[in-house]
């Protein structure tokens, strides 16, 4: 089988990568960086409402990236469409983390711990996953 060649990555996500090093130190230096949407979604564990998201409908080629901090989180081929938010099968290895919650666990970036969403059982083949 012909592996398929990776995507693209994102210009704009690039660009809004930062180092480990340059992460904010405080919520209030996060609260600073982020719009206030974004603020409350990646650092307050908001969830923006259903079918409203800009990447929803994006079906590109590419990779998906934090963003807080820019790190790469999901590639486009991992996409599909579920239920109202973006959903993935599956992320980059060591991009995404989880906590336990009540539920199901919360998807965090592993560099800036930014929230993603849950993590659920209910997704296709080959995870089962739905992030």
């Not at 998201?53 to 999901?74: K, M, S, T, V």
Request: hydrophobic share 25%.
């Amino acid at each position: 089988m012909e592996k398929k060649p990776d995507p693209p990555a994102c210009a704009s996500c690039e660009s809004a990568a930062i180092s480990e090093n340059d992460l904010p130190a405080t919520e209030e230096a996060w609260k600073e960086r982020l719009s206030p949407e974004r603020f409350y979604i990646l650092r307050q564990r908001g969830t923006e409402p259903s079918g409203s998201g800009e990447y929803l409908h994006h079906h590109e080629d590419g990779i998906y990236a934090c963003a807080g901090c820019g790190q790469p989180l999901y590639d486009s081929t991992t996409k599909y469409d579920s239920c109202g938010w973006p959903s993935f099968w599956d992320s980059l290895p060591g991009a995404v983390a989880t906590r336990a919650e009540p539920g199901a666990p919360e998807a965090i970036c592993s560099r800036c711990e930014g929230h993603l969403g849950h993590v659920f059982d209910d997704g296709p083949p080959p995870t089962g996953k739905r992030h």
